[in-house]
C-alpha cells in the first residue's frame, strides 16, 4: 500500500522560507505527476504548483518567482521550497501523485495527510 507523507511545515514571519517534503513508501508502484496544493481556512483547496515525471512545472501565478517545486526519482520525494513568505500563504499544504502498480496498470491520485504553514509576526 503507498502512503505519501509529509513533513517540513511550521510557523515562519512574513519573508522568511520553508522546504515542505513528501515521500512516498512502499514498493512496487511508479510515480507520474506530483502536485502540492493547499487549503486556507474557509477557502477551496487550490493547486499551488505541479512537477511532471520528467520534470516539467507549473505554478499558480501567486506563488510564481517564491515557490519551487523539485523531485527526486530515486527517492519518490516531492519538494516544495517556499521563499518570501506571505501571510496569505499560510493554509494547511498537501501533497499529490497519480501513482500505479507495476504489476497492473491502476493509475491513480493519491493524497499526503496534509501539513500546517502558518506565515504571521
Known amino acids: 500500500q503507498v502512503q505519501l507523507v509529509e513533513s517540513g511545515g511550521g510557523l515562519v514571519q512574513p519573508g522568511g522560507s520553508l522546504r515542505l517534503s513528501c515521500a512516498a513508501s512502499?514498493?512496487?508502484?511508479?510515480?507520474?505527476?506530483m502536485r502540492w496544493y493547499r487549503q486556507a481556512p474557509g477557502k477551496q483547496r487550490e493547486l499551488v504548483a505541479s512537477?511532471?515525471?520528467?520534470?516539467?512545472?507549473n505554478y499558480v501565478d501567486s506563488v510564481k518567482g517564491r515557490f519551487t517545486i523539485s523531485r527526486d526519482n530515486p527517492k519518490n520525494t516531492v519538494y516544495l521550497q517556499m521563499n518570501s513568505l506571505k501571510p496569505e500563504d499560510t493554509a494547511v499544504y498537501y501533497c499529490?501523485?497519480?501513482?500505479?502498480?507495476?504489476?497492473?496498470?491502476?493509475?491513480?491520485?493519491?493524497w499526503g495527510q496534509g501539513t500546517q504553514v502558518t506565515v504571521s509576526s
Open positions: 512537477i511532471s515525471n520528467s520534470g516539467s512545472t
Open positions: 512502499g514498493s512496487g508502484f511508479n510515480i507520474y505527476a
Open positions: 499529490n501523485a497519480d501513482i500505479t502498480s507495476k504489476v497492473k496498470y491502476d493509475l491513480r491520485p493519491y
